[in-house]
């Protein structure tokens, strides 16, 4: 009897167990909003709502005390164990918005990824996460500004996560560059030492006694030396083991900054180098920080290993005879990369305006990069949302840009399968791509832009119709975002709603979130909702067998719309190089601009009759995939005559920020 009440006992806990596991603690305190009219600016609306202490929204939303480590009471950075604890729940729905090519200005796809986690879970009290990338610094001082959402549908504090929040990128700006100075010190010493002297130095006596550390015996076992004992190496082992022998004209890995500055483009370094130990100057340049492969790694990684594991395997240069790719591993810098980032790889948990929850980590740029938020933010959010929740996940610009790469790379990586994609899309946007006059930030819109002109949005349309093409092309529902300006009319908007519906969307929907917070996008959630009740059937658009050149090619012709592909000399000599060197399997990441969907960012709606000229190609072998750089596109922006940072000032009495938008 005693036995049969323990194990009944036994049973019943086990039951509770799988029943917490299957049902997440969900208990989320929605803020009120107080909507103001006209809408103010996107700083006061922020600053309109008091936001809750982070440790007690981690409360909320099941994050254990111990899996939360604040910084200050408005963010934090949230331990990987989280995952490890919920491994075994089922996850959420998992929604991915993206958008049309958009204006310079920007169709507010942030604001929407906002509006329908604040409409999830203040308004249908659902288990919500939005998972979102940090800002770069480059935009926020020049053009485009913050990416924080605006209007009533915001992460929350505006300032901190626009400005530094907990130094993430900073982190990745000294890796990259540790790595960098690192790749032209070895230069230097190996151009002014013997073998011998190489070597005493690289595996130094401790007393009387040499001992190789890790990282050294991984280079070892790479060079097919089986020896661990530094006396037993030949002179030619010595010589093999101490000379990388780095080709200079070949070094692929440059320094970055996270400010847009078009003057480090291409720089010279070395002068006082040659001028004091004879090693050749050599041509350079510095790329935005967000581009740097360091950002890719953190937002790819599944675990530190994983990362450790990654920053290893990034390729920087190769050897003078051609014959060897030099990675982080081979200049010893694998362990030190992971130090700094060991912080990094947490994502920060931060609010909305309503106080759902919001994942800030990472930030690749979508036009140069990846451009998608973390895989362990999105991994960790599905588990806390649990099998009743939803887990929304901004791509970086239009279907053709940081959609693509969500799909075809991030959920490579990550195993996760999406259940629909949000397309934002604006009347104004549309306009542009029917024919309306250029529109420029910084500068008062055309009237066409603010008067009703339907047959603009008509023939601009085509813009958007190819952008639910290339969504479906991955097997996913389409669920139009019309987010609504007060200048656009019923008959703009009717055309369309009708014109998505008949192109194959799901649905189409008209927003309201910028004015009316979550409350204006609950149509949108509700439709979302209906979108996802069928199983996915998500698909890649290419096979990783096809070889680099095809992958590329279905990229251009089914994404983009182009005719065919073409490479430079140099561009086709680097693709050889990387199929020859064992490259061939990985996926595809085009740098191209988020303008058009060709290589022309003038060419508007759907461009026609072109080719995609390819003009450089190179592997980030840690984050996993090889970039094809497109048309005149740079990694580092410039400055415009104007930039935003004319604006922003800070209150010497009060210390709040002032201009930030």
Request: net charge neutral; glycine share 8%; hydrophobic share 40%.
């Amino acid at each position: 009897m005693t036995v049969a009440m323990l194990m009944q006992n036994t049973a019943e806990a086990a039951s509770r167990s799988q029943q917490l596991l299957q049902q997440p603690s969900w208990k989320l305190q929605a803020l009120k909003l107080t909507l103001q009219r006209p809408v103010p600016s996107d700083i006061e609306a922020a600053r309109s709502q008091t936001p809750k202490n982070i440790a007690e929204l981690a409360a909320e939303v099941g994050i254990r005390p111990d899996e939360i480590e604040p910084y200050g009471w408005s963010k934090g950075k949230v331990s990987l164990q989280t995952y490890d604890r919920l491994k075994d729940r089922p996850n959420g729905k998992y929604i991915v918005v993206s958008g049309i090519t958009p204006t310079p200005l920007g169709e507010g796809k942030s604001t929407t990824t906002v509006g329908l986690a604040q409409a999830f879970g203040a308004h249908l009290h659902k288990p919500i996460f939005a998972c979102v990338r940090q800002p770069s610094q480059g935009p926020t001082f020049g053009i485009k500004g913050g990416a924080a959402g605006g209007g009533y549908s915001q992460v929350i504090p505006m300032e901190d996560f626009n400005l530094h929040l907990t130094g993430d990128i900073h982190a990745i700006t000294a890796a990259n560059n540790l790595l960098a100075a690192a790749i032209d010190a070895r230069i230097l010493h190996e151009g002014t030492q013997t073998d011998a002297a190489l070597f005493r130095r690289l595996v130094p006596a401790k007393g009387a006694v040499r001992e190789f550390v890790p990282i050294q015996l991984r280079r070892l076992q790479r060079l097919g030396i089986s020896k661990t004992n530094p006396e037993e190496l030949t002179n030619d082992e010595v010589k093999r083991f101490v000379r990388l022998d780095i080709d200079p004209l070949t070094i692929s890995w440059n320094r970055v900054l996270d400010t847009n500055d078009q003057f480090l483009r291409e720089i010279t370094i070395g002068k006082s180098v040659q001028q004091e130990k004879g090693i050749p100057e050599r041509q350079t340049q510095f790329d935005i920080t967000v581009s740097s492969e360091i950002m890719a790694v953190l937002a790819l990684a599944t675990s530190l290993a994983d990362m450790r594991e990654k920053f290893g395997k990034m390729v920087v240069a190769r050897s003078k005879d051609g014959q060897h790719l030099i990675t982080a591993d081979d200049i010893g810098v694998t362990g030190a990369l992971t130090v700094l980032m060991k912080d990094a790889i947490r994502p920060n948990l931060m609010q909305t305006l309503e106080g759902t929850p919001v994942f800030v980590h990472a930030g690749p740029f979508a036009n140069i990069a990846h451009g998608n938020s973390s895989i362990v933010a999105d991994l960790i959010a599905l588990k806390l949302v649990g099998s009743e929740g939803f887990v929304v996940t901004e791509a970086g610009f239009g279907s053709d840009i940081g959609m693509e790469k969500f799909c075809d790379i991030k959920c490579r990586y990550s195993g996760l399968v999406a259940d629909a994609v949000v397309l934002v899309a604006t009347v104004r946007a549309l306009k542009m791509h029917g024919g309306g006059p250029a529109v420029q930030a910084g500068t008062p819109l055309p009237k066409e832009y603010v008067e009703e002109h339907v047959d603009l949005v008509r023939k601009g349309f085509c813009n958007l119709g190819k952008h639910i093409e290339n969504a479906s092309r991955f097997g996913l529902p389409v669920v139009v975002a019309i987010n609504r300006f007060h200048t656009d009319t019923e008959e703009e908007i009717n055309v369309i709603r009708g014109m998505a519906l008949e192109s194959g969307a799901f649905d189409a929907i008209v927003c309201t979130h910028w004015a009316d917070g979550g409350l204006g996008a609950v149509n949108l959630a509700n439709a979302v909702i209906r979108a996802t009740e069928a199983p996915s059937q998500f698909r890649f658009l290419y096979d990783l067998e096809l070889s680099l050149a095809e992958k590329m090619r279905k990229i251009a012709r089914d994404i983009y719309g182009a005719t065919d592909i073409s490479f430079t000399p140099d561009a086709q000599d680097q693709l050889d190089r990387l199929a020859a060197a064992g490259f061939g399997r990985l996926p595809i990441c085009m740098a191209k601009t988020h303008l058009s969907f060709s290589h022309d960012a003038s060419v508007k709606g759907v461009a026609r009759d072109f080719v995609l000229p390819i003009r450089q190609v190179w592997v980030s072998a840690g984050a996993g995939f090889v970039c094809a750089l497109v048309g005149t596109i740079t990694k580092m922006p410039g400055l415009p005559t104007r930039p935003a940072f004319f604006d922003i000032d800070i209150d010497p009495d009060t210390q709040l920020i002032q201009g930030l938008f």
